[in-house]
């Protein structure tokens, strides 16, 4: 048990990470947890194993270099897991994520991907960490980037990667309406741009959770539009993120789909020298998590239980994420295996704090039972808020394998 910790709200931002500790060989199983700690707070079950192999594949597959977007997980624990797995490159987007990165490995290669930057946010990362590769979308972005690296341009190997506005597609979370230039913008941003880049890149999204590989082909096409009509020669095209994972009655094409349709869209494009970047964060680190809550109260068909909209779960409220569940008694009799679909309330005050599901458990779950949900290692722990109070989790490495299917 020795490598359970106890966090609170953002605490991986907050504090410099502890350095690796000698783990038992062999970890601990959930069950044999919870059966031990019978915790009253949030545990999340990291999976090292399950990370590092997605790591593995997803780099592997990949033709060309893969950036954890770390806001999808900033745990220490996750991002060790990811370096053992091959990941060299992270996509940040603020001073923290930048500084932890550095902190725990300073030879790794950070790209500062977002596209509105404070002054002084450019400047750090710049001048105490090192980074030279920064995104934008606006003629004042390009200017502020300029004037805060002190303007050192190709000397100094600045990397300035124009971000494209894409139409609304199909992916379950839209990303079209907050960040990128319109096909004009994008064209005089890569002209004004090439001239003092040592590094010239264009950038897009086609959205979180996208389940349809032809997305990418038709983003990449959009893309090579504005290279062409620019007339700037281009040495990084960087896909984004957005790369699917299992859910509860979603089915995936298989990775190989969506790295062949890049490939060949970017074949198309005929940019010799041009690298490929790809900033994935759901696609490593979703199996590599689990969180087990605790069953406080049962009313009919709602569960109230000790995490939820303000803690792991915001993305089971608002957005109505379904996840692959299960109930844990190590003790007593065995739940029923007689099915029934639940939602859950959370252990705030607020009546906004409900999971509608529905999340399909034993029919005779009730108070003092444990859930265990899988796939939170993306957007999991790392939305946790101090609202109410409820802002503890307890974390613990185990040797579980994943589960992603309810």
Known sequence: MSSLRVR????PLRRLPAPPVELPQ???????????????????CLRPHTLRATAETFVQAFP????????????????????????????????????????MFPEAEIHFMHPVKARGAIREAWARHGVRDFVLDSRAELDKIMQETAA????????????????????????????????????????????????????????????????????MALAGAAIAEAGAAVDIVDVGGGFPVVYPDVELPPLGAFMAEIEAAFEALELPGARLWAEPGRALVAGGASVVLQVQARRGDA??????????????GALGFRYPVHC????????????????????????????????????????????EIGQLGAYGACLRTAFNGFDRARVAEVCDPAFDAA
Request: aromatic letters at 8%; one cysteine or more.
């Open 152 to 219: 050192t341009g190709v000397a100094g190997g600045l990397g300035l990667v124009v971000r494209l506005a894409l139409p609304k597609g199909g992916a379950v979370l839209d990303l079209s309406g907050k960040f990128g230039a319109e096909h004009a913008e994008a064209v005089a941003l890569l002209r004004a741009a090439r001239p003092v880049a040592a590094r010239l890149g264009i950038a897009f999204h086609v959205g979180s959770q996208c389940l349809d590989p032809v997305a990418w082909r038709q983003a």
């Open 303 to 316: 569960l109230y239980v000790n995490d939820g909209v303000y803690g792991s779960l915001a993305d089971a």
């Open 328 to 371: 844990l008694r190590p003790t007593g009799a065995a739940p029923s295996d007689v099915l029934r679909g639940f939602s859950f309330f959370g252990p705030t005050c607020d009546s906004a704090d409900v999971m509608r599901g529905p999340f399909w458990l034993p029919e005779d779950i009730a108070e003092g039972d444990w859930i």
């Open 64 to 103: 060309g270099d893969v950036l954890y977007a770390v806001k999808c997980n900033p745990d220490p624990a996750v991002l060790r897991a990811l370096w053992a797995g091959g990941v060299r490159h992270f996509d940040c987007a603020s001073p923290a994520e930048v500084s932890l990165v550095r902190t």
């Open 26 to 44: 062999a970890l601990p199983g959930v069950a044999e947890l919870v059966a031990a700690l019978r915790p009253e707070e949030p545990l999340h």
């Open 8 to 11: 609170s709200a953002v605490s």
